[in-house]
């Protein structure tokens, strides 16, 4: 039995003995100064989880130790080690005193007992280390912390109100300097369909599993949008092209993974094609970021553009900014070498006809001017595309009068539209430097506009008879090409002018490194060192106050893939890189040579590859937790996209670094006793870790793709531990473990029904391809009666068995992205795409059972995909749910109470269908008061179904900071 286990039991024997008569007279306190205060609010918080007990605050910056607190039967105090109040005028002086020194992040927790009180010292090294302290006491609650949420233990009547302090004495300092999560943008699994809300969830549950970091790669800028281009996470332009505020003026097209986007091998499939029941989970046809609303798949036009950039920094703004309040580092970057939109300013040439007595101002090099016209001289430069705040300067043309006019509109009768010129800046009270007035002069002795914005043009006009009928805009005098400096100080600049709260941009060097294994002779090498010092450069001159790193898919090129160490300035701090050949090559060696810069390991939590299946990699990930310590790497983080799919390994990662004995074997049984409150199913989960798991999907044009494969059928013996899963079923006790339990139950069902589904599938393929060559058309009749048709109602069948599994998995968007490259990536190749055919060869309808149903075939479900934990003071909180039922929904609410005298009623407020034909709802609850608990019910015909599982009895409890 593991110490972490035993420490649980502990604690649940420590309730007991409460309940038993160790009664406290409802005296616990909690003192803490104001910058502890979330960690004192995380204890008070699940200590009324666990219990319904109340610990009382005390505000450490107006009150000391004094004696009569120290009299508290039960009190925690929440300090750094350097607190005078701790080191100078505690009771426990001595105890604190041996403890030593304690490094940053780190915590030490100790309780002291005295003749009629216990005290539980919590002292962190540094503040973020008082917090892991508070999370480290927490989880002696029998409290557990994952990335897709928290595990409550079911509560026990007889203990409500009732809690002692468990007897502890601890230390804790991570082996890892660095550690957190690097979610991968590009596929619907990941963060391409998360929200601020999202954000916000999932970097308060890093900061609770003791990690500190959250880094986001960037797709580059592409002027052809296509697969892996043009994210919106890092805007790409010039100072000159953004406001003051940080929002953009000129952009470029732009999106996220959505369900209408054709990329990665996706078809565009609108939700409400979606079979299976699977529609009602989502509220829009074309389903993906919120950042994108009204501008799904794609942006129409430059405003669109620029509408997903500014609600992307919006966004990552409020995000990170929730971020650094528990601890956790942000950083986001792009890729080498820095992809630039093309340079858009055009000149604007003046031509004269002697002839004609004509002046014409054009962007064009005068092809339609006959040899009539000379050019005269460049007045000044315009952008070829349209940007906000800019207006269109067109030419016009008399053809009566042989007069061309430069206006932004036309000058009058007779004058007919030719072009659009080109788009300049509309005038206002101060030009910005490089920019001047471009006015327009008029002869009426020979009809004739003229246009200019230099000297020389004013001159001319004023000496040959001109009159200034006024200025028309604004044009750059100059146009000089921008530098990969110039972009970079454009990128840097949006970021602070946002106020995106940033603590690293890092620089990757592309994926084809690693497959064209790029050698460091190689000119796209020198360049990329070239463009990393740009960076250096950009970041100095806008005094960005973020540091720089580099990642990528290797440490750097062959034949030394340290060498980043040695070419790049200490402007760089840290190499960083994912493991190879997706994560299944061990960490990279290159590692122990790097000494002048901070290195972080990344290994991959999951792959690509095998992205629509399950995927557990708990040992891989801790063998290379040890080689990345083995090669002094100061950081490790791991990269993922799915959230609860991935948990056990970004729990173990989480665990061992602070406890790097932890092996894969200790992680399993304590992680088996935490999921589901039995030791049972973690010898099951020890049979299939890691390279022993089946692998029915591949990288097929995009990620997990399906195939028809025979070979498959034969694969049924590799799934026998999915029976011995089940068979442990009867045993797990309680909803909450019972519920965690079915999750995994279901999800490898539905990774045994994948299985079943490309067996029957390569079984069709060769059924109708024998139907095809028969070429008399009623034997050919015949034959897709006999052979094809009952095979394909088999594959609908073991398509809806698949896909219903699936949908009882769903949990979180991770899911919902699962179901949306299932559908659109595979099932329209293996269902969709061969209906026409073999309608064509039947020559009828084909029957009800060999078409998918709209209809739902699993259990009612209540589904609650982001779980926030934590709000700000001036935040109301969002609540959303969906509905998975074969039944029709009649209500959905949500029921909510302060925890703060948490005797009283729970207030209901309704949730709001948000369309008429899904089962998507959502409120924003109105601002709350206290710290506060919640739970969802709805009423879906006979099913009564109630959020989180054990509500009533266990709610979701959310804190106010």
Same mark, same amino acid.
């Given at each position: 039995m593991t110490e972490s286990v035993v420490l649980s039991l502990l604690c649940m024997l420590a309730l007991v003995l409460a309940a038993a008569g160790y009664e406290n007279d409802n005296e616990g306190l909690i003192w803490h100064r104001k910058e502890h205060l979330i960690a004192a609010k995380e204890i008070r918080r699940y200590v009324y989880a666990c219990t319904g007990y109340w610990l009382g605050f005390v505000d450490g910056d107006e009150n000391g130790l004094h004696s009569d607190l120290l009299k508290t039967q039960q009190l925690v105090v929440l300090a750094t080690l350097s607190d005078p109040i701790i080191t100078k005028d505690f009771l426990h002086v001595d105890v604190v005193h041996a403890v030593g020194d304690i490094s940053p992040q780190g915590y030490h927790l100790q309780t002291v007992e005295t003749d009629t009180s216990r005290h539980l010292l919590v002292i962190g090294g540094d503040d973020v280390g008082v917090l892991y302290g508070a999370y480290a006491l927490v989880e002696k609650f029998g409290v557990h912390f994952r990335l897709y949420g928290d595990i409550i233990p079911d509560r026990s009547a007889k203990l409500q109100g009732h809690f002692v302090l468990p007897h502890v004495k601890e230390a804790g300092q991570p082996e890892f300097e660095v550690r957190g999560l690097q979610p991968f943008h590009d596929?619907?699994?990941?963060?391409?369909?998360?929200?601020?809300?999202?954000?916000?969830? &999932?970097?308060?549950?890093?900061? $609770?599993?003791?990690?500190?970091?959250?880094? =986001?790669?960037?797709?580059?800028?592409?002027?052809?949008?296509?697969?892996?281009?043009?994210?919106?996470?890092?805007?790409?332009? @010039?100072?000159?092209? /953004?406001?003051?505020?940080? !929002?953009? $003026?000129?952009?470029?097209? !732009?999106?996220?993974?959505?369900?209408?986007? #054709?990329?990665?091998?996706?078809?565009? @499939? %609108?939700?409400?094609?979606?079979?299976?029941? %699977?529609?009602? /989970?989502?509220?829009?046809?074309?389903?993906?970021?919120?950042?994108?609303?009204?501008?799904?798949?794609?942006?129409?036009? &430059?405003?669109?553009? #620029?509408?997903?950039?500014?609600?992307?920094?919006r966004m990552l703004k409020e995000a990170f900014e929730h971020a650094h309040t528990v601890g956790v580092q942000t950083c986001i970057g792009s890729e080498t070498p820095l992809s630039k939109p093309s340079a858009t300013v055009t000149p604007l040439n003046l031509y004269y006809s002697k002839l004609r007595q004509d002046n014409f101002l054009t962007t064009t090099q005068c092809a339609e001017c006959e040899n009539l016209y000379e050019f005269v001289r460049i007045e000044g430069f315009v952008y070829s595309s349209p940007f906000p705040e800019s207006m269109p300067l067109n030419t016009y043309y008399n053809g009566q009068l042989q007069d061309n006019v430069l206006s932004p509109t036309s000058p009058g009768e007779g004058y007919a539209f030719v072009r659009t010129e080109g788009y300049a800046f509309q005038l206002n009270a101060s030009l910005q430097e490089n920019k001047t007035k471009l006015a327009t002069y008029y002869n009426p002795k020979i009809h004739d506009h003229l246009t200019v914005s230099s000297k020389e043009g004013e001159i001319y006009a004023r000496d040959n008879g001109y009159s200034l009928n006024g200025s028309i805009a604004a044009v750059y005098q100059q146009a000089t090409v921008p530098l990969t400096r110039d972009y970079y100080e454009g990128i840097f600049t949006r970021i602070q002018r946002l106020g995106i709260p940033l603590d690293y941009y890092w620089i990757w060097t592309p994926e084809g490194w690693e497959g064209g294994q790029m050698n460091a002779n190689n000119t796209v090498f020198k360049e990329a060192v070239a463009d990393l010092a740009a960076a250096a450069e950009a970041r100095d001159s806008v005094k960005a106050p973020f540091k720089l790193a580099t990642c990528g898919w290797v440490v750097g090129p062959l034949p030394d893939r340290s060498l980043f160490d040695k070419v790049l300035s200490s402007a760089y701090s840290a190499i960083t890189s994912i493991d190879m050949h997706v994560g299944n090559t061990p960490v990279d060696p290159a590692y122990m040579k790097i000494s002048k810069h901070d290195k972080w390991a990344i290994p991959w939590m999951e792959d690509d590859p095998g992205l629509t299946a399950p995927e557990l990699w708990v040992n891989r990930t801790l063998e290379h937790m040890e080689d990345a310590k083995k090669y002094r790497c100061n950081g490790l983080l791991g990269i993922h996209w799915r959230t609860e799919q991935t948990s056990p390994q970004i729990a173990a990662m989480a665990q061992k670094s602070w406890n790097f004995s932890l092996t894969s074997e200790e992680f399993w049984t304590t992680w088996s006793m935490e999921e589901f409150g039995i030791f049972g199913p973690s010898s099951v989960f020890m049979k299939i870790d890691s390279f022993d798991l089946p692998r029915p999907v591949t990288w097929s044009g995009g990620p997990g793709g399906f195939h028809a494969d025979g070979g498959q059928c034969s694969w049924d013996a590799k799934y026998a531990f999915v029976d011995q899963l089940a068979d442990i079923r009867s045993d797990v006790k309680g909803a909450g473990? @019972?519920?965690?339990?079915?999750?995994?139950?279901?999800?490898?069902?539905?990774?045994?029904? &994948?299985?079943?589904?490309?067996?029957?599938?390569?079984?069709? #393929?060769?059924?109708?391809?024998?139907?095809?060559?028969?070429?008399?058309?009623? $034997?050919?009749?015949? +034959?897709?009666?006999?052979? *094809?048709?009952?095979?394909?109602?088999?594959?609908?069948?073991? *398509?809806?068995? +698949?896909?219903?599994? =699936? @949908?009882?998995?769903?949990?979180?968007?991770?899911?919902?992205? !699962?179901?949306?490259?299932? /559908?659109?990536?595979? /099932?329209?190749?293996?269902?969709?795409?061969?209906? *026409?055919q073999l309608l064509s060869y039947l020559q009828h309808p084909l029957p009800t059972d060999a078409m998918p149903s709209q209809q739902y075939k699993g259990p009612s479900r209540l589904i609650v995909t982001t779980v926030r934990t934590m709000i700000q003071k001036s935040e109301t909180l969002r609540i959303r749910a969906a509905v998975l039922s074969p039944g029709t929904v009649e209500h959905v609410a949500v029921n909510v109470r302060s925890m703060k005298g948490s005797s009283g009623e729970f207030k209901q407020y309704p949730l709001d269908r948000l369309s008429a034909d899904r089962n998507v709802f959502e409120t924003h609850l109105p601002e709350q008061s206290d710290d506060f608990e919640y739970y969802i019910d709805s009423v879906t015909g006979s099913d009564h179904l109630m959020w989180p599982a054990g509500a009533p009895d266990i709610t979701q409890t959310v804190i106010i900071v």
């Amino acid at each position: 039995m593991t110490e972490s286990v035993v420490l649980s039991l502990l604690c649940m024997l420590a309730l007991v003995l409460a309940a038993a008569g160790y009664e406290n007279d409802n005296e616990g306190l909690i003192w803490h100064r104001k910058e502890h205060l979330i960690a004192a609010k995380e204890i008070r918080r699940y200590v009324y989880a666990c219990t319904g007990y109340w610990l009382g605050f005390v505000d450490g910056d107006e009150n000391g130790l004094h004696s009569d607190l120290l009299k508290t039967q039960q009190l925690v105090v929440l300090a750094t080690l350097s607190d005078p109040i701790i080191t100078k005028d505690f009771l426990h002086v001595d105890v604190v005193h041996a403890v030593g020194d304690i490094s940053p992040q780190g915590y030490h927790l100790q309780t002291v007992e005295t003749d009629t009180s216990r005290h539980l010292l919590v002292i962190g090294g540094d503040d973020v280390g008082v917090l892991y302290g508070a999370y480290a006491l927490v989880e002696k609650f029998g409290v557990h912390f994952r990335l897709y949420g928290d595990i409550i233990p079911d509560r026990s009547a007889k203990l409500q109100g009732h809690f002692v302090l468990p007897h502890v004495k601890e230390a804790g300092q991570p082996e890892f300097e660095v550690r957190g999560l690097q979610p991968f943008h590009d596929f619907p699994e990941g963060p391409d369909w998360w929200g601020e809300e999202e954000y916000k969830a &999932i970097t308060s549950q890093i900061s $609770k599993q003791r990690m500190n970091f959250i880094g =986001l790669h960037t797709y580059p800028y592409s002027p052809t949008p296509g697969t892996g281009r043009d994210e919106p996470t890092v805007w790409v332009g @010039l100072v000159d092209d /953004l406001n003051a505020d940080g !929002t953009v $003026k000129h952009s470029y097209p !732009t999106s996220y993974a959505n369900t209408l986007r #054709n990329q990665w091998g996706y078809t565009s @499939l %609108a939700t409400g094609n979606y079979s299976y029941g %699977a529609r009602q /989970l989502f509220e829009m046809d074309c389903y993906g970021s919120p950042v994108q609303l009204g501008n799904c798949p794609y942006p129409t036009n &430059i405003s669109g553009n #620029n509408q997903v950039f500014d609600e992307t920094g919006r966004m990552l703004k409020e995000a990170f900014e929730h971020a650094h309040t528990v601890g956790v580092q942000t950083c986001i970057g792009s890729e080498t070498p820095l992809s630039k939109p093309s340079a858009t300013v055009t000149p604007l040439n003046l031509y004269y006809s002697k002839l004609r007595q004509d002046n014409f101002l054009t962007t064009t090099q005068c092809a339609e001017c006959e040899n009539l016209y000379e050019f005269v001289r460049i007045e000044g430069f315009v952008y070829s595309s349209p940007f906000p705040e800019s207006m269109p300067l067109n030419t016009y043309y008399n053809g009566q009068l042989q007069d061309n006019v430069l206006s932004p509109t036309s000058p009058g009768e007779g004058y007919a539209f030719v072009r659009t010129e080109g788009y300049a800046f509309q005038l206002n009270a101060s030009l910005q430097e490089n920019k001047t007035k471009l006015a327009t002069y008029y002869n009426p002795k020979i009809h004739d506009h003229l246009t200019v914005s230099s000297k020389e043009g004013e001159i001319y006009a004023r000496d040959n008879g001109y009159s200034l009928n006024g200025s028309i805009a604004a044009v750059y005098q100059q146009a000089t090409v921008p530098l990969t400096r110039d972009y970079y100080e454009g990128i840097f600049t949006r970021i602070q002018r946002l106020g995106i709260p940033l603590d690293y941009y890092w620089i990757w060097t592309p994926e084809g490194w690693e497959g064209g294994q790029m050698n460091a002779n190689n000119t796209v090498f020198k360049e990329a060192v070239a463009d990393l010092a740009a960076a250096a450069e950009a970041r100095d001159s806008v005094k960005a106050p973020f540091k720089l790193a580099t990642c990528g898919w290797v440490v750097g090129p062959l034949p030394d893939r340290s060498l980043f160490d040695k070419v790049l300035s200490s402007a760089y701090s840290a190499i960083t890189s994912i493991d190879m050949h997706v994560g299944n090559t061990p960490v990279d060696p290159a590692y122990m040579k790097i000494s002048k810069h901070d290195k972080w390991a990344i290994p991959w939590m999951e792959d690509d590859p095998g992205l629509t299946a399950p995927e557990l990699w708990v040992n891989r990930t801790l063998e290379h937790m040890e080689d990345a310590k083995k090669y002094r790497c100061n950081g490790l983080l791991g990269i993922h996209w799915r959230t609860e799919q991935t948990s056990p390994q970004i729990a173990a990662m989480a665990q061992k670094s602070w406890n790097f004995s932890l092996t894969s074997e200790e992680f399993w049984t304590t992680w088996s006793m935490e999921e589901f409150g039995i030791f049972g199913p973690s010898s099951v989960f020890m049979k299939i870790d890691s390279f022993d798991l089946p692998r029915p999907v591949t990288w097929s044009g995009g990620p997990g793709g399906f195939h028809a494969d025979g070979g498959q059928c034969s694969w049924d013996a590799k799934y026998a531990f999915v029976d011995q899963l089940a068979d442990i079923r009867s045993d797990v006790k309680g909803a909450g473990n @019972l519920d965690r339990f079915d999750y995994w139950l279901n999800s490898f069902k539905y990774m045994r029904a &994948i299985s079943r589904t490309e067996c029957c599938w390569a079984e069709y #393929n060769m059924a109708i391809q024998s139907v095809s060559k028969e070429t008399d058309p009623k $034997k050919r009749q015949e +034959m897709a009666e006999q052979m *094809a048709l009952p095979l394909r109602i088999q594959l609908v069948q073991n *398509a809806t068995e +698949m896909m219903t599994f =699936l @949908l009882q998995t769903v949990t979180s968007t991770g899911e919902l992205g !699962t179901i949306m490259n299932v /559908l659109s990536h595979s /099932l329209v190749h293996a269902i969709d795409e061969p209906t *026409a055919q073999l309608l064509s060869y039947l020559q009828h309808p084909l029957p009800t059972d060999a078409m998918p149903s709209q209809q739902y075939k699993g259990p009612s479900r209540l589904i609650v995909t982001t779980v926030r934990t934590m709000i700000q003071k001036s935040e109301t909180l969002r609540i959303r749910a969906a509905v998975l039922s074969p039944g029709t929904v009649e209500h959905v609410a949500v029921n909510v109470r302060s925890m703060k005298g948490s005797s009283g009623e729970f207030k209901q407020y309704p949730l709001d269908r948000l369309s008429a034909d899904r089962n998507v709802f959502e409120t924003h609850l109105p601002e709350q008061s206290d710290d506060f608990e919640y739970y969802i019910d709805s009423v879906t015909g006979s099913d009564h179904l109630m959020w989180p599982a054990g509500a009533p009895d266990i709610t979701q409890t959310v804190i106010i900071v």
